[in-house]
């Protein structure tokens, strides 16, 4: 079962009210990235991050990703003190992770095309901002989204609705996901084991992965008290 937890042994890596103060300043330099541009003046259109930046920002965005994801690793079980509903928890919340599947844009951008999905389709390669490459990648995962989701509401009326998260991985950026450790019961209640695990093979042969589903840190997760 997907929301099995995993043993107690596993200790809370959760950071105190003071983690901000100890980020490396190497990795502070990631959150402020240098963009490429043409002799115009215009942005490069990035499929996973929306604007490309530059080598060296690439750099620092990866070693960030080094130093946050220890202990963090996405996990087919979900981790007991991480489970709000388990009494060794204590309630915890403030952690969020994820039960999905891990894509990258390319994977739905390559999907929307094939589908002929409105905004995949011919799309812009630079953009005279940054943050309009941005929208427009969140315009095309939106579209692809709600397509996946409407294909999955068809073959089974137990699916409400698909969502999609930022997530702390070494493959992926992104989560399709199902549920959270915070209403993971709710879906359960009403959602059958073998309806899940239908629901997750359509998505799966829909973007042409065989990945199996994990537990995936929220990217922000670490950055709550």
């Known amino acids: 079962m997907a929301t099995s937890t995993q043993s107690s042994d596993v200790q809370d890596p959760s950071p105190g009210p003071d983690f901000l103060l100890d980020i490396p300043e190497d990795a502070v330099l990631e959150w402020m990235p240098s963009f490429v541009y043409d002799a115009e003046g215009n942005c490069f259109y990035d499929m996973e991050y929306g604007c490309k930046v530059t080598p060296e920002s690439e750099k620092y965005k990866q070693q960030l990703l080094r130093w946050k994801l220890p202990n963090h690793e996405p996990t087919s079980d979900l981790p007991e003190y991480l489970d709000p509903y388990s009494v060794e928890s204590g ?3 403030n952690h969020k ?59 089974s009326n137990v699916i409400r609705s698909l969502k999609a998260e930022m997530i702390l991985s070494e493959n992926y950026n992104w989560v399709i996901y199902l549920y959270s450790n915070r209403n993971y019961k709710k879906f359960k209640e009403r959602v059958s084991q073998k309806e899940e695990d239908a629901i997750i093979k ?13 537990w995936y840190h929220a990217d922000y997760s670490l950055y709550s008290d």
């Open 91 to 93: 309630g915890r919340r």
């Open 97 to 155: 992770v994820y039960f999905g599947l891990g894509f990258t844009m390319q994977q739905l951008h390559d999907y929307g095309v094939a589908q002929s999905i409105e905004d995949c389709v011919g799309h812009p390669t630079v953009f005279a901002k940054p943050e309009d490459a941005r929208d427009a990648m969140s315009v095309v995962q939106h579209r692809v989204i709600c397509h996946l989701e409407e294909i999955c509401k068809k073959e």
């Open 202 to 214: 359509k998505i799966q042969s829909l973007l042409n992965t065989t990945d199996p589903p994990m």
